[in-house]
């Protein structure tokens, strides 16, 4: 049974830091590009930032304060998300795709207020 769990949302002030996790199961890890979407409030899910074995990309609304990394050995992709904005307050959701199947987990809320 395929698994995406997803943690470390909450709430986080402005300038703050927080480190997304997403725990995988159920596929191979390795041969999957991983991803972390979000959505905010009446606007449509985004792409944040996607790694596969080459290459690793960000939308520029978060480059340079997101890095998204993986550790193979436990299956695991994280996002770590520095000098957080408002505008970063969306649902995030972890994702895995090879081409011809997408797993998605259920999200996790970030919050960025004071």
């Known amino acids: 049974q395929v698994q995406l769990v997803e943690s470390g949302g909450g709430l986080v002030q402005p300038g703050g830091s927080r480190r997304l996790s997403c725990a995988t199961s159920g596929f191979t890890f390795s041969t999957f590009r991983m991803s972390w979407y979000r959505q905010a409030p009446g606007k449509e899910r985004e792409l944040v930032a996607a790694?596969?074995?080459?290459?690793?990309k960000y939308i520029p609304a978060v480059k340079g304060r997101f890095t998204i990394s993986r550790d193979i050995f436990q299956s695991t992709v994280y996002l770590q998300m520095n000098n957080l904005k408002p505008d970063d307050t969306a649902v995030y959701y972890c994702?895995?795709?090879?081409?011809?199947?997408?797993?998605w987990g259920q999200g996790t809320q970030v919050t960025v207020s004071s």
């Open positions: 994702s895995a795709d090879n081409g011809d199947l997408t797993y």
């Open positions: 790694q596969n074995t080459e290459i690793t």
